[in-house]
């Protein structure tokens, strides 16, 4: 089975640039996730999807961060206008409920903003 | 309010030589727990997880946990460490019913020859 796919894998932007990034959850799974992880602040959640409509996006850092999920295989989050604060990795996960919340992580986006 | 706490950022271990990476975790309910590692430049992978059967949880890789309620602990064993443990080791918590995890700060493991 294909895990989760996200793309770009590295991307290198200017300051005040739209970035975005995309993600393809396993078929089948109805939450996906966004993470970022910082050597600073370590992991944390962005916001997450169940059924395609965003649960709990508290963890939006700002205005600038926005997520969508059009359908059930696909999601994008998008920074605009990026900063060199918004450097990270940047994760997207997805889970099913009948595999007892176990969520798979895609292998991340790395954004550097300069 | 749920929190997951592991002791020690970075634990180094000689090759052959027991893992043991500690996980506390607080919930007012019993929760389901969770191992990941990370390798350099990857993404998350599942080791292992306890969602209330066994207490004794086994994963991949040689890789145990145990799950304790008395101790709030779900501590990450193995018996005989290799050089290709070297990775970066997240606990996780969640709340039976919702989707989202609490993720720990990470242990980074070192293993020398």
């Known amino acids: 089975d294909a895990g989760v796919i996200q793309s770009p894998r590295h991307e290198v932007t200017e300051m005040g640039q739209e970035v975005t990034l995309r993600c393809k959850p396993i078929?089948?799974?109805?939450?996906l996730f966004w993470y970022r992880q910082t050597m600073m602040r370590g992991l944390e959640l962005l916001i997450y999807?169940?059924?395609?409509?965003?649960?709990?996006d508290s963890g939006m850092p700002e205005d600038r961060f926005s997520a969508k999920m059009p359908n059930a295989s696909f999601s994008t989050l998008k920074i605009q206008p990026s900063e060199p604060r918004d450097s990270a990795v940047y994760f997207c996960?997805?889970?099913?409920?009948?595999?007892?919340?176990?969520?798979?992580f895609g292998p991340g986006t790395r954004l550097t903003v300069t | 309010a749920q929190s997951v706490t592991q002791l020690g950022s970075h634990v180094s271990v000689s090759e052959g030589a027991l893992v043991l990476l500690r996980c506390n975790y607080s919930?007012?309910?019993?929760?389901?727990l969770f191992w990941y590692v990370q390798y350099p430049n990857q993404g998350l992978q599942l080791l292992l997880k306890?969602?209330?059967?066994?207490?004794l949880v086994k994963g991949i890789n040689g890789f145990e946990a145990e799950f304790k309620k008395s101790e709030t602990s779900f501590h990450l064993t193995k018996p005989s460490a290799h050089m290709s443990d070297a990775a970066e080791y997240f606990c996780?918590?969640?709340?039976?019913?919702?989707?989202?995890?609490?993720f720990g700060t990470g242990t980074r493991l070192k293993v020398l020859a």
């Open positions: 999807f169940n059924n395609n409509v965003p649960i709990d």
């Open positions: 306890y969602t209330s059967a066994a207490t």
């Open positions: 996780a918590v969640s709340l039976i019913g919702t989707y989202k995890y609490i």
């Open positions: 919930s007012s309910v019993p929760p389901y």
């Open positions: 996960a997805s889970s099913i409920r009948q595999r007892g919340y176990e969520q798979y």
């Open positions: 078929s089948g799974h109805n939450s």
